[in-house]
Nanobody
Framework: VQLQASGGGLVQAGGSLRLSCAASGTLFSSDVMGWYRQAPGNERELVATITRGGGTAYAASVKDRFTVSRDNAKNTVYLQMNSLKPEDTAGYYC????????????WGQGTQVTVSS
């Protein structure tokens, strides 16, 4: 199984981007799908997560600007990013995890988001 992230790019401050991450191959439903980001010199940090039932959680820095959603039938997770700021610049990575058999913890390859001031 591979996760393919897309939708990153260069945008001006105040703009919007929508990231997508889809799983290829057969995959049992994920308990949690999430987005993380990592800027140069920084550790990877949580951006947003969504459970199978639709429960969401956000980092304080993105709350009220970003929205995470998922399509269980398509094994896809999305991240709508509005009001982007230069400090949102980072590589964004998706994660699919399942705690019950068959357990898994998959990561996507990352998509770059660059916000210019």
């Amino acid at each position: 199984v591979q996760l393919q992230a897309s939708g990153g790019g260069l945008v001006q401050a105040g703009g919007s981007l929508r990231l997508s991450c889809a799983a290829s191959g057969t995959l049992f439903s994920s308990d949690v799908m999430g987005w993380y980001r990592q800027a140069p010199g920084n550790e990877r940090e949580l951006v947003a997560t969504i459970t199978r039932g639709g429960g969401t959680a956000y980092a304080a820095s993105v709350k009220d600007r970003f929205t995470v959603s998922r399509d269980n039938a398509k094994n896809t997770v999305y991240l709508q990013m509005n009001s982007l700021k230069p400090e949102d610049t980072a590589g964004y990575y998706c994660n699919f995890a399942r705690s019950n058999y068959p357990r898994y913890d998959y990561w996507g390859q990352g998509t770059q988001v660059t916000v210019s001031s």
